[in-house]
Nanobody
Framework: QVQLVESGGGLVQPGGSLKLSCKVS????????LGWYRQAPGKERDFVAA???????EYADSMKGRFTISRDHTLNTVYLQMNSLVPEDTAVYYC?????????WGQGTQVTVFS
């Protein structure tokens, strides 16, 4: 069973930065895509960013220029560097690994941006 473990969430003031990590239990190159999603209270889970097996990245419009997704295949880990955080970024952030029609999720890590 594929396991994903997120870490790096926390409390940060507006304008601050956080770097999230997602440790994957298997070789990350086994997956078509690895991505980050987030879910704010009372809202649906939304796409944040993804990186495919070829290294191509994709971002939600509101994250472009602020967030950066990257990976370290030697550590089987995917990262999300988040800069210029605003209160609207407050959410639980989830890592997802895709193999064709299968999606594997982590347990999530809380990010809270407050004044």
């Amino acid at each position: 069973q594929v396991q994903l473990v997120e870490s790096g969430g926390g409390l940060v003031q507006p304008g601050g930065s956080l770097k999230l990590s997602c440790k994957v239990s298997e070789n990350i190159f086994d997956f078509i895509s690895l991505g980050w999603y987030r879910q704010a209270p009372g809202k649906e889970r939304d796409f944040v960013a993804a990186i495919n097996v070829n290294g191509r990245t994709e971002y939600a419009d509101s994250m472009k220029g602020r967030f950066t997704i990257s990976r370290d295949h030697t550590l089987n880990t995917v990262y999300l560097q988040m800069n210029s955080l605003v209160p609207e970024d407050t959410a639980v952030y989830y890592c997802r690994a895709d193999i064709f029609a299968r999606h594997y999720w982590g347990q999530g890590t809380q990010v809270t941006v407050f004044s």
